[in-house]
């Protein structure tokens, strides 16, 4: 069993699962539905997965769709796929049928291994995509379960490490920009941010060996792979959930003893939101790290009072392998309150820079567009060439869509999505600023802003808001609240109620699917 000295030189997952396998191989590697597996165990399992993939046809560079929610078995598979050199593609488990077969057909899959609940979609599946030669049932203990599967394969090869710059994974976008696009992310894009935090010795962002993560976040999005990426590299051990349930999380928190969790401001929510939060002992979480979408304040400041733990803000994104930059503990405090609405530094290694759109370096405090350079940034979009000249700069930097500046300290403030910017009677607005604003009102439990076409204005600023149940808080409540926070002409010239709001897996709010209905049989979404 190969074994590595120096933990910072393995970015890759199987000499990772090795290494601890050789080194404290009886520790916990993952726990799923009652059982745990040691890294000893894990170390099997993946060669199990390699050797069976081999004997079913399965070679370097072949691609392998999974279709389903978090589970011990794709952890299997990703080790034991990237053992043979094979890339796996995870799907999103909220996709529709059509979704999913878009996608595994664009990432030209060979196989295809399929959740429980997906099960009774086969025959829709394999219809509609012929290039799909077998399938396997995850989590299942028949005959043609994953647990049957990866043991029969006729003899258990011992294959040579991937190198670090070998495709690790093919995460597909949530499309919130249009079609979804596959992020070619090599083992290095994974893990070699870790290897930089720990060199560094940047404490909020390493783990310990004695450390368990709580994996409840989707495994189809940058979030919850990661999260498996930070337990592989430390040898801690992950916890898996099939999903986020407020009460599941919590149970695991208490039964496992789980020191650090990953949210996103909506789960954040229902977390601190849960009648039974006093009663369970959530004393052993040490970390709480949140991102993928802005954090009101208010909302924050409930999570820290709740918790009693040290909260890190990341920012990241799929392209740039996860997090880039990232705010402390430290500047989590009532006398940082102007800190607590960036989110942070960026990580050893990281550049970032912002750029206006004349293409010119900003100067602190300028609103442009943020640029991030780094070893782990993406491979490129497959099979997109142009797409993936588009995304960076003459300067090898990723152009991330993301509309923020820096201050004169080095902290990153994130504005909003520059095409989500609201312009109005010549003004332009951020959204996520006013939803801000509006989620200190008591009453609102859920926001989300965008512009409308408006004969006056252009677009009007118009708020989709979710009330609290039994609040009673009207339009004019909110217009008048939200113009006593910000400028007038960023505040909502008209409020919609409804009972949600639409999310991708990474738990932001899908704007473009609340403002189609209003820009549909228009040539251009501007007026």
Known sequence: MPLIEDIAEIRN???????HASTRGSAPALSFEGTTWTYLDFATAMEEVASALRQSGISSGDRVAYLGKNAAD???LWAGASLVGAVVVPLNWRLTIEEAIDIIHDAEAKCLFLDPDYVVAEDQLLGALPQIEWTVHCSSAGPRGFAHWRSSAADVAKLPLPGNEAIAIQLYTSGTTGRPKGVLLSHDSIFWQRAASETAQVECDCQVPDDVLLVSLTISHVGGLVTFARAFFSGAHAVILREFKPMDVLEAVSKYRVSRLTVVPSTLQQLVEAPQIQEIDTSSVKIIQYGAAPIPLELLQRGLDVFGCDFVQVYGMTEAGGTVATLPPEDHSRIHISRMKSVGKPLPGVGVRIVSSEGESCEPGIVGEIQVRTRAIMHGYWNLPAETAAAFSDEGYYRTG???????DGYLFLCDRIKDMIVTGAENVYPAEVENALFAHPDVQEVAVIGIPDERWGEAVTAIVVLKPGSS???????????????GFKAPK??????????NAAG?????????PYWAGRERRIN
């Open 13 to 19: 997952l199987p000499g990772l699962i090795y290494n």
């Open 508 to 516: 932001k709010v899908l704007r473009r699917v609340l403002s189609d």
């Open 402 to 408: 993301d509309a923020g500046y820096l201050d004169e």
């Open 494 to 503: 008209s409020v919609i109620f409804r009972e949600t709001l639409p999310r």
């Open 473 to 487: 808080a009207t339009e004019a409540d909110l217009i008048r609240f939200a113009k006593s926070k910000i400028a």
């Open 74 to 76: 794709f952890a299997f």
